[in-house]
């Protein structure tokens, strides 16, 4: 049947050494965890969802931050059949947040489509552009608030994260359509000294195009909404600085395009810098 | 960039055998210096890209050693982003003494088929997933092995979180019964287990609840492999516990994964039947982890992973998560020398068909959707004395959707002929034509190769793949080989097109590129 091995010095090192091992590995031999259907969701607790306390209580003589909403970018295409899953978890998020949580379809990218003869095409130059600036990998992929690119298994708990957060600059946004062009405006009140840009994008909702299902088929009345159509000012805005108890204010114009839906077009306006969005509005367009 | 190149040449290190300690190692550097390229798209995001590894290993009768440093700061095209960096990820210590072997550090292992374990080195796709800690193995008794091991995984630069912990038991039965030697019999049994015990996070399906994430994963394996005479069977089973991730959409249920493989090979003739059935099987050290990085567990591939351009350009991946059902049927035979069909110099001909199906949840019911198939037929035969001529013959379905995750179902129809010659005593000419037909995807392609060999030290070879479907893309290659000693410098210039890079089942997307290309291996 074989023979016992002979202990040596050196083996009988080796034993210690590996009895030792063995030792440490005893908590993973007896490990096992089994989670029961029933338990396999924790609700979370109502406090976690709270915004964080509003400080610019007018009864505060010298608030130093404002409620900072959030920007959600996500980075899709009409090839990509993951997107509408990621897109559910926008749904929810909005349904949680509608008055703080700003979403934008940035379709582009290798999943994007520009569209053909027959099929429409939402894809962008601009889109394509975010995708490329921000080294992206995968899509969906979500940039909240312009951190790090986020897979959207992690949307909602990234966003519940950023939801606490505050911003140094309170932001106003109103768009009114005046025949083929629409006026907006843009005001900004600074809670403490902020340097960086200004960024306006023109999204439209309801698009009824082509979409790729999960389960691979292709779906021609997907609807799709918040769809980034083009930036205001530029593909990475204008600078904008804001001094402490400053308020300032900025007017643009938009043309609209004959391919767009004036009746479903709204505004998003934000400010950003390095270190990621300070604050982000959005406006339907009237 | 030339002067970078050759500060990698290990002038100073050479083979050496003193006292017992053996040193070796080897030294690869890839680079290529980028050119933009409108009509393929391929970009110049950086001067100069290079993947450079310098591996150094001693070896003494108790002690081994041994590291690997990797430049990988200015990365080849196509690797995910934290590819990017440089550092000595890999290294060890292994004491060894009679029956018992101890590794502290860095190390690679595989347990049976790779069902629940398989931490590997694949330098084309970017995957190095060793583990860093403690490995072991004893043969306390002849036909007895042992393994167990403890440690975290590398994910690129970081090592991960998740603590794996596993160990093995190999029988080899038939070193215990004389019987069996002397019918040439052979009968292994394996049983294998690993733990993932992995922290918490928040994970939230919706703005209400968290997901509920079991901290330990168990996995196991068992196994038998009998050979006798000219047949082989080998059978395996695995399951892993509960394991809710990105891959599997949270899913709570089991994984698992079961192999049948028999094989009969007789002079001349070889025959191999597998299927294998796999179910949620994707196990990785991060539960919400995407891309190729990660992976604690490999499935092997039932597909074969060509050589030939063309026959590689829809290369099938495994479907981890999802499942599948795998089936492989080889056959080969060798037509003798002076026979009927062999002629003079005798043919060689290999038939491969593999298959590969969605599942259902029903065990041994099929799903809806073909995901891979893949009939070649190849044909060896010497013409001449100084001529061979192989041919092949593939046709092939390739689901694009589920691969990619967008497209159609491409069918294809490829044809290769690679013909040797040996134009005189030291210098061969190689040549391939292919044609690949299809009318999804990007129509057909063309490719011709031709080889020059100038033995003992030179080879030049020029090749064109043109799309003469959609785009009329010439894909186009000149490279110069030379060889002295163990030293290996190709120099080249050319355009590759966007595709995927497989090996095994496991992919890589790799962008199109242009541009100059050096290329220098050292073996010590």
Known sequence: MGKMIKTTNINKLFLHVVQACLLLMLPSFVACSHIDENDRLIEVKTDDQQPAPVPDDPSTPTPTSTVKNVLLEDFTGQRCNNCPTGTEVIEQLQEAYPDRLVAVGIHGGPLGFKGSATVKGLATEVGDEYYNHWNLEYQPVGLINRGEATNYVNWVGEVMKEMKQTSVVKMEVEAILNADKIDITVKEEGYDSYNGMLQVWLLEDGIVAMQTMPDGTNNREYVHNHVLRTPVNGTWGESFLINKDEKKNQHLTQAVDADWDASKLSIVAFVYSGTGVEQVVKAVVK | MPSFAFALLPWSVTAQEQKGVTLSGSVQSDILIPKEDTRTGAEK????????????????????????????????????????????????????????????????????????????????????????????????????????????????????????????????????????????????????????????????????????????????????????????????????????????????????????????????????????????????????????????????????????????????????????????????????????????????????????????????????????????????????????????????????????????????????????????????????????????????????????????????????????????????????????????????????????????????????????????????
């Open chain 2, 45 to 524: 995001k950086e001067d100069f890209q290079t993947n450079t590894y310098v591996d150094l290993n001693l070896q003494s009768t108790h002690i081994d050693a041994g590291l690997r440093v990797e430049y990988l700061e200015h990365p080849l095209p196509g690797f995910e982003n934290d590819f990017k960096g440089w550092g000595v990820p890999h290294f060890y210590v292994k004491g060894k003494a009679k029956n018992v072997e101890l590794t502290l550090g860095t190390f690679y292992e595989q347990f049976g088929s790779g069902f629940i374990l398989r931490s590997y080195e694949e330098r084309s796709l970017g995957i190095d997933n060793s583990l860093l800690g403690a490995h072991f193995v004893a043969h306390p008794f002849a036909g007895v092995q042992l393994k167990a091991l403890y440690g975290k995984q590398r994910r690129y630069w970081d090592w991960g979180e998740s603590l794996i912990a596993g160990a093995d038991a190999e029988l080899s039965i038939d070193e215990w019964f004389t019987s069996m030697q002397e019918h040439n019999t052979r009968l292994r049994l394996g049983a294998s287990w690993v733990n993932k015990d992995e922290p918490d996070e928040d994970i939230f399906p919706d703005p209400k609840h968290r997901w509920n994430l079991p901290r330990y994963v168990n996995a196991w394996d068992v196994r038998a492999n009998l050979n006798t005479g000219p047949w082989g069977i080998l059978v395996e089973y695995a399951q892993k516990t509960q394991d809710p991730s990105f891959d599997n959409s949270f899913s709570y249920d089991n994984g698992h994964v079961a192999m049948l493989s028999g094989s009969y090979s007789q002079k001349g003739l070889s025959v191999l039947l597998q299927a294998k059935r796999s179910e949620n099987m994707s196990f990785r050290s991060r539960r919400s982890m995407s891309g190729t990085s990660t992976y604690i567990n490999h499935l092997p591939a039932f597909t074969l992973d060509h050589t030939y351009a063309l026959a590689a350009l829809y290369p099938y991946a495994t479907q981890l998560a999802a499942g599948e059902w795998a089936y492989q049927a080889e056959l080969g035979y060798n037509f003798k020398r002076k026979s009927a069909i062999g002629g003079r110099y005798g043919m060689n001909v290999k038939v491969n068909f593999s298959y590969v199906r969605s599942i259902d949840s029903k065990w041994l019911k099929w799903g809806d959707d073909t995901y891979y198939q893949d009939l070649n037929v190849q044909l060896t035969r010497r013409l001449g004395k100084g001529f061979k001529l192989n041919l092949m013959y593939m046709n092939q379905r390739y689901n694009k959707q589920i691969i990619e995750g967008h497209g159609d179902m491409i069918r294809s129809n490829i044809f290769v002929a690679d013909a040797l010659m040996q134009l005189a005593p030291k210098t061969k000419l190689r040549a391939e034509l292919q044609y690949l037909t299809t009318k999804q995807d990007q129509g057909d392609w063309a490719f011709g190769l031709l080889e020059l060999s100038l033995a003992p030290h030179w080879m030049l070879t020029a090749s064109d793949m043109w799309n003469c479907g959609e785009t009329k893309t010439h894909y186009y290659q000149g490279l110069v080989t030379f060889n002295v000693g163990s030293h290996r410098i190709q120099a080249g210039y050319g355009r590759t097109r966007a595709g995927y890079n497989c090996s095994g089942g496991v992919c890589r997307y790799v962008p199109a590129t242009k541009g100059f290309t050096l290329a220098y291996n050292y073996n010590f």
